[in-house]
């Protein structure tokens, strides 16, 4: 049963590094990807719906975003909800597909969007951490009700932080791997 408890902890640290992952890839750069906007809310007919579930989203050029909706009734919502959207970037509007030219990132947006994901990354990080507490409270538990030994207590102890440095390790990972785009776009 520990075990499975240890298999558990270790499978939710992972999806922790995959959200972050994900998180990373709606974070600007210089260049165009299609997550900067697949998820940003649209309000649509009375609903809250994402972008992708509204049309095709493209990367026809290296800084540039092309969102072809499925129904043209969706154009002005589209636009109307990239424009609140934190990107900062005014679509244009052609009647058919809406278009995101990206500009180039100035020094001072870099350093931000640094930060923004040295934020990301840390709370990934209080997240893991919090899995280890949590993990280490059931272990202590199942000790005390006689379920495992000291010496078990011990060992899965060990092998939950051993997990949990390594998760650290990639999500430090993916930390610089981002830095080091934003910085060099």
Not at 82 to 107: F, M, V, Y
Not at 156 to 171: C, F, G, P, R, W
Request: hydrophobic share 35%.
């Amino acid at each position: 049963m520990p075990a499975q408890e240890l298999k558990q902890i270790r499978d939710r640290m992972e999806k922790t590094v995959e959200h972050l992952r994900v998180e990373c890839l709606g974070v600007r750069t210089g260049r165009a990807h299609p997550a900067l906007v697949e998820d940003i809310k649209v309000d649509y007919y009375g609903a809250q719906t994402p972008i992708k579930q509204l049309g095709t989203v493209q990367v026809p050029e290296p800084r540039q975003i092309l969102i072809s909706p499925w129904e043209k009734a969706a154009l002005k919502a589209i636009e109307k909800a990239l424009l609140a959207s934190p990107l900062g970037i005014t679509p244009q509007n052609d009647g058919e597909n809406i278009r995101l030219r990206l500009p180039e990132l100035t020094r001072e947006r870099r350093v931000d969007l640094t930060k923004l994901v040295r934020k990301y990354a840390e709370e990934a990080k209080v997240a893991v951490r919090n899995l280890r507490r949590d993990g280490n409270e059931t272990f202590k538990k199942m000790e005390k009700d006689a379920k495992i030994t000291e010496d078990a207590l011990h060992k899965y102890q060990k092998e939950l932080q051993d997990s949990t440095d390594a998760v650290i390790k990639q999500i430090d990972s993916v930390l610089e791997e981002k830095e080091k785009e934003i910085m060099n776009e």
